[in-house]
């Protein structure tokens, strides 16, 4: 008899093993096909950060903020693909990656330990966007920890954060440390230099890390004409030198790289404005491929860095004209502002930069951008009033846009300007009255100096508008500032003179 139970035994034994496994198997697809929309969520986030991050802030940009606000509701099980994204080497999307992630990190601290191990990735551009995640004072302990890792890049890395988070006195040790990357990590992280360092800065430009390279030549840049202790230390020939770890920087295959040499031109080009000297190799080349470079956030750093230069070379124009019909927005936004100063020359992008304006369906900083541009380019940009005037009357505008098209107006022809003003000055919003305000003493005084190129008739339009504002801030049940009714009196008699 025992057999036959013996049989029933072990056949009820197999049987519910069986469907354990059975089970298992049913709950690991149920598993992996909730885990499947979940993946694909997290992607498209992604994307949506890429596309839409905006120098240096999520909170620039609406939808990639919203987009990072849900990947923090995932939380860890997003760490993954966000970390993987980093090695798409697209700037913008490592520093949006690396804030998002940061905030997945400040509510969940077992994401931390996940970030300080990839501080010793092979991938530079994860390097650095475990950086730029781990920048936050409440890491703290567990990166003074991890600068006495024994893989250098993962201490030269939570050095370098170290710094960044202003905890320098954590990181002093490393000083005496034999590794040259730990060392001159560690100098470059302090914020309190000495002139030996800056000599130990100085010969890490030839450093056999790029990153180091690079941090070195951006370091020294700022100190250039600022620091007077380091007279001495470091003379203008030095420029060369930078420029040279610049340059080839401008062309290294990750675009963090590319993007931090881009960055230094601001700054050399800042040196070379105040003591009037010309780095040798010269910059501009690289500064012109950079506008072409294949990551939009290199081509987008590239023209915002033009759009400050003064005199800027023309030999630029024909990209950035391109680049105003890029579908990147933040590329073409960046290509509108670029022409701000380039006066006369740019007079053949304005119809461009007059649509980005007219788009409703472009960003607000774009149009922004636009605004800046036209109003910098003054009378150059005198085919643009029209156009200025519709967006100041057009009340779907946002105010910001209105108060932008009228401060471009001010600049390119402050008597049209004048007739709009009236409308406005008894706004119910207070700031926005004050921004009327503004504009009207500053419109005023650009009519009395320019007083002579007006004709009798537009003088005489402008002196009864001033007029009318006038009796309008007399007579207000608002309480405009004392000294304004006087001093646009005195400016409408001398007007009349």
């Avoid at 475990?130 to 004072?137: I, P, R, T, V």
């Avoid at 031109?265 to 501009?284: D, G, S, T």
Wanted: charged content about 25%.
């Amino acid at each position: 008899m025992s057999l036959p139970l013996l049989s029933l035994t072990t056949s009820c034994t197999l049987m519910s093993q069986s469907n354990g496994v059975e089970v298992n198997t049913y709950a690991q697809q149920r598993k992996q096909q909730q885990k499947q929309p979940e993946d694909s969520k997290v992607s498209q986030l992604i994307e949506i950060i890429e596309q839409k991050y905006r120098l240096y802030k999520l909170e620039y940009s609406p939808e990639a903020k919203a987009a990072s606000q849900e990947l923090v509701e995932i939380g860890k099980p997003a760490v993954p693909k966000l970390i993987n994204a980093l090695r798409k080497n697209r700037i913008l999307l490592t520093f949006g990656v690396a804030e998002t992630l940061l905030k997945i990190a400040q509510k969940d601290s077992s994401v931390v330990p996940i970030l300080i191990n990839r501080l010793g990735d092979k991938d530079l551009q994860v390097r650095f966007g475990a950086m730029k995640a781990l920048e936050n004072d409440l890491f703290a302990p567990k990166l003074k920890k991890a600068a006495q890792n024994k893989n250098p890049r993962i201490a030269a890395g939570a050095i370098y954060v170290l710094g960044k988070i202003a905890a320098d006195s954590s990181i002093l040790p490393n000083l005496n440390n034999k590794n040259s990357l730990i060392h001159i990590s560690t100098i470059l992280a302090l914020r309190d230099k000495t002139p030996e360092m800056f000599t130990t800065i100085k010969n890490a430009l030839e450093h056999e890390d790029v990153f180091i390279r690079v941090n070195s030549a951006l370091t020294l840049t700022f100190a250039i004409g600022y620091i007077d202790e380091i007279s001495g230390v470091i003379d203008f020939d030095d420029v060369n030198k930078i420029a040279q770890v610049m340059v080839e920087g401008a062309g290294n295959e990750d675009s963090s790289i590319r993007f931090r040499a881009v960055q230094a031109f601001a700054q050399i080009y800042r040196i070379r404005y105040l003591y009037e000297i010309k780095p040798n190799p010269p910059l501009v080349p690289s500064l012109i491929k950079a506008i072409k470079d294949e990551d939009p956030g290199v081509r987008y750093k590239a023209m915002l860095i033009i759009a400050m230069m003064r005199n800027a070379t023309k030999a630029a124009i024909p990209l950035l004209m391109e680049a105003l019909n890029e579908k990147d927005e933040r590329v073409r936004g960046a290509a509108a502002l670029a022409f701000q100063y380039m006066g006369s020359d740019a007079k053949p992008a304005i119809p461009k930069i007059i649509a980005i304006l007219q788009n409703k369906q472009e960003n607000e900083q774009n149009r922004d951008y636009a605004l800046r541009t036209l109003g910098n380019l003054k009378k150059n940009a005198v085919s643009a009033i029209p156009t200025l005037i519709n967006t100041i009357e057009d009340k779907q505008n946002s105010r910001a846009i209105i108060i932008g098209a009228a401060q471009a107006l001010e600049k390119i022809a402050p008597q049209v300007l004048i007739l709009y003003i009236v409308k406005n000055i008894s706004d119910k919003d207070k700031n926005f009255r004050a921004s009327w305000l503004r504009l009207l003493q500053d419109a005023t005084y650009q009519v009395k100096a320019k007083k002579n190129d007006l004709s009798t008739t537009e003088l005489e339009k402008v002196i009864s508008e001033l007029e009318t504002a006038l009796k309008i801030i007399e007579n207000s049940e608002y309480d405009f500032p004392l000294h304004i009714a006087p001093s646009l009196r005195n400016l409408i008699t001398e007007l009349k003179k």
